[in-house]
Nanobody, 116 residues
Framework: VQLQASGGGLVQAGGSLRLSCVAS????????MGWYRQAPQKQRELVAD???????NYADSVKGRFTISRDNAKNTVYLQMNSLKPEDTAVYYC???????????WGQGTQVTVSS
């Protein structure tokens, strides 16, 4: 499975960005897709994920501001980020897990920078 992420950039606080991640390869092995982020000198953390059935899970810090969605026909997961804060600044990584979370796949990171 290969993951190609896009959509990062520089935005002012309060602004919005939309991240996209397209999966290719053995896509039928994928159940959960999601986004993680890693800020400088911090551990990578889950932002949000979504199952193939549409069940979602969010970090408390982004609830009400970020929305994860998935287009199974396009093998794509999206992260709509609204009301961005400087503390959202991080490298965002697309992730996909196989059924039973036996295998984990990562895309290249995309930088999100929120200026105050």
């Amino acid at each position: 499975v290969q993951l190609q992420a896009s959509g990062g950039g520089l935005v002012q606080a309060g602004g919005s960005l939309r991240l996209s991640c397209v999966a290719s390869g053995n896509i039928f092995s994928i159940n959960v897709m999601g986004w993680y982020r890693q800020a400088p000198q911090k551990q990578r953390e889950l932002v949000a994920d979504i199952t193939s059935g549409g069940n979602t899970n969010y970090a408390d810090s982004v609830k009400g501001r970020f929305t994860i969605s998935r287009d199974n026909a396009k093998n794509t997961v999206y992260l709509q980020m609204n009301s961005l804060k400087p503390e959202d600044t991080a490298v965002y990584y697309c992730n996909a897990d196989s059924w039973g979370r036996k295998y984990h796949y990562w895309g290249q990171g995309t930088q999100v920078t929120v200026s105050s």
